[in-house]
């Protein structure tokens, strides 16, 4: 239990969080994985290298620490945090490796006169609160998981009954149980955790489902990223038949029952979590404006199903722009996606739900866009493929 003088403490350390907190995880990640091989697979590499992963920690810390007191205050991070550690299979015998990293990296970038024993101690309390609150919440969820209809805990073997090709650039891989057991019905928005071995090495990836769950297999959709060890891996080696361990969805980023229009708006691969969004709310005869970006028309992937289902469906209406004209004349408009375009393509009566997922550069001007067009925010819902960031 935190005292009144640690939490104090705490909260004296976020304008030194503020301005070193990245150089601080920065060096908190390296040494935890190169001291403790065990955890790498739980890190996506790429991350670490673009920065993104060193950067979403130390925004997670700074948010901590400035809330210590109020923890409500962290809204929704705390439920994005625990349906991520759950898709990846964070295990309780992990936080002591990250606590003992954390605790030595404040110590050695700020400095021994700084992180003083009594600062150490302080941080030491606060990391052992938050860790108690996930790892009771994980528990929570992983139990949840495995008693309901279809469900399991830890990994269990899928095989690849089919793959296709949808854009240039994606292909769609469908898993079935080997065991022929139901599966557990996703909510249209999560995602699910593929545990791979490349080359010696183990890999755990998260993958949005882009088909609603039939009870009987799972869809991912994969864009081809250039270096991607994972996302290469899949689109070249992984052959129907083949077997992976996969862990149960999960994720909060999930669509919300209303009697509201709804809006999908996706960027590239950014498509994947909205199409089972799409199924779901035309089955419901939920009014739809699905918006989709796109280089050009030959990385635009399911653009033929959502043309099929604008057909059985008038509520539902589609729109389509292209940075490049390809010639094609699928787009409905070409060039960057501009606030005055979108407020064309969004209802006239602006509360609705919106759901939006791309590129980040993407999702901040969206984001913008949408409260100048007078969407409520509150009403606009967002998440990250990879480490959250602020949208700005």
């Avoid at 409500?72 to 349906?83: D, K």
Wanted: negative net charge; aromatic residues 8%; charged residues 20%.
């Amino acid at each position: 239990m935190l005292t009144a003088d640690q939490r104090a403490i705490i909260k004296a350390t976020v304008p030194l969080l503020k301005s070193g907190g990245e150089a601080l995880t920065t060096h908190f990640y390296k040494m935890m994985l190169d001291e403790h091989p065990e955890v790498r697979p739980l890190f996506n590499q790429a991350h670490q290298a673009s920065g993104d992963q060193p950067r979403a920690l130390a925004n997670g810390v700074l948010m901590y620490a400035r809330h210590i007191d109020q923890l409500e205050q962290l809204g929704g991070l705390v439920g994005q945090i625990i349906n991520k550690h759950v898709a990846l299979q964070i295990l309780p015998e992990h936080y002591p490796i990250v606590g003992a990293c954390l605790l030595r990296a404040i110590k050695e970038v700020l400095g021994e006169d700084i992180a003083t024993p009594t600062v150490i101690d302080a941080w030491a309390a606060a990391y052992g609160q938050l860790a108690d609150i996930l790892i009771g919440a994980e528990e929570s969820l992983y139990q949840a998981k495995e008693h309901a209809e279809g469900g399991w805990r830890g990994a269990r073997a899928f095989t690849l009954v089919r793959r296709e090709q949808e854009s240039e650039e994606i292909v769609s891989f469908y898993f079935a149980p080997v065991d022929g057991k139901p599966v557990l019905k996703a909510e249209p928005g999560q995602y699910i955790g593929l545990q791979l071995f490349i080359d010696g090495s183990e890999q755990r990836r998260n993958y949005s489902l882009s088909a609603r769950c039939d009870g009987r297999e799972y869809r991912i959709s994969v864009k081809r990223e250039a270096g991607g060890k994972v996302s290469n891996y899949l689109h070249d080696q992984l052959k129907v038949g083949d077997t992976l361990p996969l862990f149960p969805p999960a994720g909060d980023f999930t669509l919300v029952a209303s009697d509201k229009p709804l809006v999908l708006i996706s960027g590239g691969v950014g498509i994947t979590p909205t199409l089972a969004m799409l199924q779901a709310a035309v089955e419901n005869g939920r009014p739809v404006h699905f918006i989709h970006c796109a280089r050009n028309g030959a990385v635009h992937a399911f653009r033929d199903a959502v043309d099929t289902l604008a057909a059985q469906h008038p509520q539902l209406k589609r729109f389509y722009c292209y940075d490049e004209d390809d010639g094609s004349g699928h787009a409905h408009a070409l060039g960057r996606m501009s606030q005055d375009l979108l407020g064309e393509w969004l209802p006239s009566e602006r509360d609705v739900d919106v759901y939006f997922l791309g590129p980040k550069p993407f999702m901040a001007a969206i984001k913008r866009q949408l409260k100048a067009l007078g969407v409520p925010e509150a009403q606009s819902r967002f998440e990250f493929f990879g480490p959250a960031a602020a949208l700005v």
